[in-house]
């Protein structure tokens, strides 16, 4: 079997491994990133909606060429077509740009083959191999040839299918409740208003929600997630989609360009992301926002932790887990606890029943989209006190 040595081997190529990759080599590590399918950012199976404000703290410069449309303001619609707004700033980690991802994933890759990475396309990781017990790299298929790929570190950033961190013994399993299922379609010819991202709630989508993110003044990702422990049916996602587009008069002449399934987990942080040789990031931690799905900005910022304390720990010689602690020191410093507090309000949003749902965007439809979170809580706490006290923790501490 062929073999390569390389120091940092980076498996998947979507945006948490390319930002590894990236900055591992900038460290001056020799970096490996592998990727299964044979082209970077295709196909895409993402709504592409992301915030602007952490992009420096990953080192991405927003670029023309993956920005599709920049709205500015979010509604959230109750199912009576009444809608709240809110400014991007305060929307999520959906709201701000609509990416075109088979350019950004491309872009973010571009970046690490610069910084020195090396990139393997149709190169598809099978099983961990260890040395001492510690993970040392992987065996793959390139090309339909075995290679064995030895690193002295290596760094899981497959995705929400991710198997790496299952073969190195980590439970990355989480629970049917904790798991969202997505269809989407891009349509054309619709009516639509790049400078909104469009959100519905209630049961048009059990336990997740419809969205409407724009590509152009007539093109849109219109997709949907429900909870999987409330589906009975394979094709069920599609069915309530569809349903929900014949009502809406505005995709009447719509067309569909694409159509994508898949799944985003919504579950609270994983105990342990990491083991000797081995860091997890991105998807593959499950490091997803429980409440919006969107996990870009998550997999960036783990991605860019894992590179760099990838290069710390080769350059000081240890890659245990007791020196790979840094790591889930470092993305549950800076992303913990907001995970926690959306997995929280995910879990009190699918309370909640279309009535209650109209009436509580009903009060806050009468609030300014520049208001104070105090003004909203006053606003619902008029028609639901006992609302305002479930959700008060949640917004103070947003
Ligand atoms: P991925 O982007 O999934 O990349 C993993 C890579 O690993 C893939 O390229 C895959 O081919 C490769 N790979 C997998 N296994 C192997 C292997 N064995 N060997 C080699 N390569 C392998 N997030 C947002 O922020 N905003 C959104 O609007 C949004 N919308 C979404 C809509 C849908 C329908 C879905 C399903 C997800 C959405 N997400 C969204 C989530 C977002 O797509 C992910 O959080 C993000 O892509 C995670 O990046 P990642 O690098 O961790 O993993």
């Not at 390319?18 to 950012?41: C, D, H, P, V, Y």
């Not at 670029?63 to 979010?74: F, G, H, L």
């Not at 598809?124 to 339909?144: H, I, L, Q």
Request: aromatic share 6%; charged share 25%.
């Amino acid at each position: 079997m062929k073999t390569i040595e390389t120091d940092v081997l980076v498996v998947g190529a979507g945006p948490g491994g390319s930002i590894a990759a990236k900055f591992a080599a900038l460290k001056g590590m020799r970096t490996l990133l592998i990727e299964k399918r044979q082209e970077i950012g295709s196909p895409v199976r993402c709504a592409e909606g992301i915030s602007k404000g952490w992009l420096p703290e990953c080192g991405i410069e927003a670029d023309p060429r993956w920005i599709s449309a920049t709205p500015e303001v979010a509604r959230i619609f109750a199912p009576d077509g009444n809608c709240f707004m809110m400014k991007a700033d305060r929307a999520g980690n959906e709201v701000g740009i609509v990416i075109d991802r088979h350019q950004f994933d491309k872009v973010l890759a571009a970046d690490a083959a610069r910084a020195g990475a090396q990139i393997l396309l149709k190169t598809f990781a099978t099983d961990v191999v260890r040395a001492n017990g510690a993970v040392s790299g992987v065996v793959a298929k390139s090309f339909g040839s075995d290679v064995e790929i030895r690193a002295r570190i290596t760094i899981g950033a497959d995705g929400f299918e991710s198997q790496v961190g299952r073969w190195a013994g980590i439970r990355t399993q989480v629970k049917a409740r904790d798991i969202v299922t997505t269809f989407q379609y891009q349509l054309a010819g619709i009516d639509c208003d790049p400078r909104y991202c469009d959100f519905y709630a209630g049961s048009c989508a059990p336990g997740g929600y419809i969205w409407v993110f724009p590509k152009g003044k007539d093109i849109a990702n219109v997709g949907l997630g429900v909870q999987l422990s409330l589906l009975k049916g394979k094709g069920e996602p599609k069915a309530y989609l569809d349903r929900w587009i014949a009502t809406q008069p505005r995709f009447a002449e719509g067309k569909p360009l694409a159509m994508v399934a898949g799944a985003v987990s919504t579950n609270k942080p994983l105990p342990k992301t990491t083991t000797d040789g081995l860091m997890l990031v991105g998807d593959a931690a499950r490091l997803i926002d429980p409440l919006t799905g969107g996990g870009i900005m998550n997999a960036c910022i783990s991605g860019k932790m894992a590179g760099e304390i990838a290069a710390q720990a080769i350059q000081i010689g240890d890659v245990s887990e007791t020196f790979l602690q840094r790591y889930e020191q470092a993305w549950r410093g800076r992303l913990a606890k907001h995970i926690e507090r959306n997995w929280w309000a995910k879990e009190q949003a699918a309370k909640i029943n279309d009535e209650k749902l109209c009436s509580l965007i009903a009060a806050l439809s009468e609030v300014d989209l520049n208001a104070s979170t105090l003004s909203l809580l006053k606003a619902i706490g008029k028609k639901h006190p006992k609302l305002v006290a479930q959700f008060a923790h949640l917004m103070l501490t947003g």
